[in-house]
């Protein structure tokens, strides 16, 4: 495994390496969720990539960059161990050295939800991944389905700008009760714990409506609130939203003729998740 450090040798090798090349990139701070995404990687293509750049623009000022949680010594055992070819490690002046001045601008597709929750955020997404896929012009490029509206994000600036990757979207890996896999979980309180899986329980209660027939979005939404306000350790709920799952345009009426994600985004103590499902 060759750990690289500068956008100039990571080009260098990623274009002689042997194709397919799939490429993961993470902030770090590996779980299993990240890990099932390189196993794919690793069994999909003949050079496996992987990033880790907890990327300062994608975090707004009063976010949590400063302390998101680190890892390295023990994500690059465990990279080590699942058969990477290639990490890439880049600081943030190698990223954006002085006088970086451009941008990618996504579109309506970020409008919503975590875009307007966190202003800016994918706009400093997309454009990192966009410098991502320029460095390294991977075959295949593997995201969580965790983070549905960035994997919208990604797909939409991949088709709009002929960025060329196959963007794979993969399932979300929950704890046994249902909470999803997430660097941040490890910021929760014992407490703050125990109470986190009413995110999941509360997505499937939509879901369980609309599996028993129920098409009217609001109810789903309204049956999702429901949840998350019976559980009085939740200090505030962002949003609850039903939304197309192609293009995260938030639906109003029936959700008939969509595939349709419901979407939450909660705050317990100091700790913001976010968690989603489709309806398919
Ligand atoms: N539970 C999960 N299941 C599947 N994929 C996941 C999961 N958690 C994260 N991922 C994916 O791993 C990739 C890297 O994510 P990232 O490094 O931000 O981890 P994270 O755990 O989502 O952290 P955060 O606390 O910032 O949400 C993203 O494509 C993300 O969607
Ligand atoms: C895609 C990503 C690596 C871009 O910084 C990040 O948003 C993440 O880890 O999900
Ligand atoms: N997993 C998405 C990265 C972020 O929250 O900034």
Not at 4 to 33: I, K, N
Not at 47 to 70: C, H, K, L, W
Not at 82 to 105: K, R, S
Not at 171 to 185: H, K, Q, V
Request: with cysteine.
């Amino acid at each position: 495994m060759k750990v690289v450090e500068t956008c100039g040798e990571m080009f260098a090798l990623c274009r002689t390496a042997q194709p397919p090349l799939g490429l993961v990139p993470t902030m770090g701070a590996l779980h299993e969720g990240h890990m099932s995404l390189v196993r794919r990687a690793r069994a999909d293509n003949l050079t496996m990539a992987v990033s880790i750049f907890v990327n300062p623009t994608q975090f707004g000022p009063n976010e949590d960059f400063a302390r998101y949680p680190r890892s390295l010594e023990r994500d690059l055992e465990l990279l080590a161990a699942a058969g990477t070819d290639l990490v890439f490690l880049p600081g943030p002046p190698e990223v954006y050295p002085d006088g970086f001045d451009t941008w990618i601008e996504p579109g309506a597709v970020a409008e919503g939800m975590e875009g307007a929750a966190r202003p800016g955020h994918f706009r400093g997404v997309a454009t990192v991944v966009a410098k991502l896929f320029t460095i390294t012009r991977p075959d295949r490029a593997y995201f969580g389905q965790k983070d549905g509206q960035q994997v919208a994000v990604i797909r939409k600036m991949n088709d709009d700008l002929n960025l060329g990757a196959e963007v794979v979207t993969m399932p979300t890996i929950r704890e046994p009760d249902g909470l999803a896999l997430s660097s941040r979980n490890a910021y929760l309180t014992d407490e703050e714990r125990k109470a986190a899986p009413v995110v999941y329980r509360a997505l499937r209660a939509a879901e369980e409506l609309w599996r028993a027939g129920e098409r009217d979005a609001r109810a789903l939404q309204s049956a999702a609130t429901a949840q998350l306000e019976s559980e009085p350790a939740l200090s505030s709920v962002d949003y609850v939203s039903v939304v197309d799952a192609g293009s995260m345009a938030e639906i109003t009426g029936t959700v008939e003729g969509h595939a349709a994600m419901v979407a939450t985004a909660v705050r317990l103590g100091t700790v913001r998740l976010i968690d989603n499902l489709v309806l398919e």
